[in-house]
Nanobody, 115 residues
Framework: QVHLVESGGGLVQPGGSLRLSCAGSGIRFNIAAMDWNRQAPGKQREWIASVTPGGSTDYTDSVKGRFTISRDNAKNTVYLQMNSLKSEDTAVYYC?????????WGQGTQVTVSS
C-alpha cells in the first residue's frame, strides 16, 4: 500500500521559516519525480516545486529564491525548506509522487503565515 505522509506544517510569523517533509512508502521512490503543490482557501491547487529522480529542481516564480526542494532517496523523503514566508503562502501543502504508470498524493499539511 502506498503512503505519502507530509509533516512540518504549522503557524509561523511573516518572514519566518518552516521545513516540510514528505515520507513515502510502498513506491519506488528513487524513480519518482516529486512535487510540492499547495491549495489556499478558495483557490485551486497549484504546483510550486519539483525535483527529478536525479535531483534537478524547478520552481514556480512566486517561490523562487525563498523555497528549496530536495530529496533523500535513502530515506524515501522529499523536503521543502520555506524561508521568508509571506501571508500569501498560507495554504495546505501537498506532496505528489509521479511514477511512470500513475501518481500519488499525500493528505496535506497546513501552513499558516500570520502575525
Amino acid at each position: 500500500q502506498v503512503h505519502l505522509v507530509e509533516s512540518g506544517g504549522g503557524l509561523v510569523q511573516p518572514g519566518g521559516s518552516l521545513r516540510l517533509s514528505c515520507a513515502g512508502s510502498g513506491i519506488r521512490f528513487n524513480i519518482a519525480a516529486m512535487d510540492w503543490n499547495r491549495q489556499a482557501p478558495g483557490k485551486q491547487r497549484e504546483w510550486i516545486a519539483s525535483v527529478t529522480p536525479g535531483g534537478s529542481t524547478d520552481y514556480t516564480d512566486s517561490v523562487k529564491g525563498r523555497f528549496t526542494i530536495s530529496r533523500d532517496n535513502a530515506k524515501n523523503t522529499v523536503y521543502l525548506q520555506m524561508n521568508s514566508l509571506k501571508s500569501e503562502d498560507t495554504a495546505v501543502y501537498y506532496c505528489h509522487a509521479r511514477l511512470p504508470v500513475r501518481d500519488y498524493w499525500g493528505q496535506g499539511t497546513q501552513v499558516t503565515v500570520s502575525s
